[in-house]
C-alpha cells in the first residue's frame, strides 16, 4: 500500500523547490480550507515574500482574490527601505468579483499600507472585440496598461478552475468548454490544464501571459488542499519563481510530483 510520508515544512519546502525549479518555497503550518490561523499565516508570509524581493522604484503587479487581500492585510511600512517612488498596479481590469477582492482594491491597499503609489485600470476584464479595441487606443487606458506591462514583479493568487469559473459568472457552455479542455486551475485570467498548458485565454488589457513569461519576480501565493492540483498545474506551466503555500496543499504537491 502506498504510504504518505509526512515531511517537515523545511523538507517539503526543499522537495517542491527542486522538483519545479523555483528559487525559493515557502510553507506555512495548516490548511487554508479549514484555519483561519493558516489564512493569517499564509498573509504574512506573502507579504514578507514580497518584501523582501521589492527595490526602489519598483513596479509590482497584483491580481485579485481573498489571498491577496490577506497579503495585503499584512503588509506593513518597511522601516530602512522607502518604497514611496514604487508602484501597485493592478495586473487586469475587474473580473467581476466583490470590491473588497479586486485586484485595483488590493493594489491601492498594498500601495498605502507601504507609503507606495498606485495606478488603477478601470475596464472590465470580459471585453468584446469593439471595446477592446477603442480602448486599447485611448491614451488614459493605454498609459496605465504600459505600466502595468513594465511590472518587474507580479504576485498572483492561483484558484481551482471550475471555482474561478463559477465566481466569474462565465455561462454554461464556456464552462463545457473549459471542462472538455481540461482545465484544472486559473490565474491571472488564463486557464491551465494538468500539464501547465494555458487551454483558455481572454482577450484582455493588462497582463499578457507574454509578459508573465518574461516578468523577473513572479510570486504564487496559494493554500488549502482543495488548491494542490490548481497549483501543480501553475507551477508546471513553469513561470514562477516563488511558492508561498500551506502545508495541507504541500503534501498534496509533494505527492503529484
Ligand atoms: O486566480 C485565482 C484567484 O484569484 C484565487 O482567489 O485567493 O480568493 O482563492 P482566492
Do not use: C
Not at 23 to 51: C, H, M, N
Not at 100 to 128: C, F, W
Not at 179 to 192: K, P
Request: no cysteine; net charge negative; proline share 3%.
Amino acid at each position: 500500500p502506498l504510504v504518505k510520508e509526512l515531511l517537515g515544512l523545511a523538507a517539503l519546502e526543499e522537495r517542491i523547490r527542486k522538483g519545479y525549479g523555483l528559487r525559493k518555497v515557502i510553507v506555512v503550518p495548516g490548511d487554508w480550507d479549514v484555519s483561519s490561523d493558516t489564512k493569517q499565516e499564509l498573509g504574512r508570509a506573502g507579504a514578507k515574500a514580497l518584501l523582501s524581493v521589492m527595490e526602489e522604484r519598483d513596479v509590482v503587479a497584483v491580481t485579485g482574490g481573498t489571498t491577496l487581500a490577506s497579503i495585503a492585510e499584512k503588509l506593513t511600512m518597511p522601516v530602512n527601505a522607502p518604497l514611496k517612488d514604487s508602484w501597485f498596479v493592478p495586473a487586469r481590469g475587474g473580473l467581476g468579483e466583490s470590491l473588497e477582492i479586486q485586484a485595483n482594491t488590493i493594489a491601492s491597499g498594498m500601495a498605502k499600507r507601504v507609503g507606495a503609489g498606485y495606478r488603477l485600470l478601470h475596464v472590465p476584464d470580459l471585453l468584446g472585440e469593439e471595446a477592446y479595441h477603442s480602448l486599447v487606443n485611448d491614451p488614459n487606458t493605454q498609459e496605465i496598461v504600459t505600466l502595468i506591462r513594465k511590472a518587474r514583479i507580479v504576485v498572483h493568487g492561483i484558484g481551482d478552475a471550475m471555482e474561478m469559473a463559477h465566481r466569474r459568472k462565465l455561462d454554461p457552455a464556456m464552462l463545457q468548454e473549459l471542462r472538455n479542455e481540461g482545465a484544472l486551475a486559473e490565474s491571472f485570467g488564463y486557464y491551465f490544464d494538468q500539464e501547465g498548458k494555458v487551454v483558455h485565454k481572454m482577450l484582455t488589457l493588462g497582463l499578457r501571459l507574454e509578459d508573465i513569461i518574461s516578468t523577473e519576480v513572479v510570486i504564487g501565493v496559494a493554500g488549502g488542499k482543495s488548491k494542490a492540483k490548481a497549483i501543480h498545474a501553475v507551477l508546471r506551466f513553469g513561470h514562477e519563481d516563488i511558492l508561498v503555500t500551506d502545508e495541507a496543499a504541500a503534501n498534496e504537491i509533494v505527492a503529484l510530483l
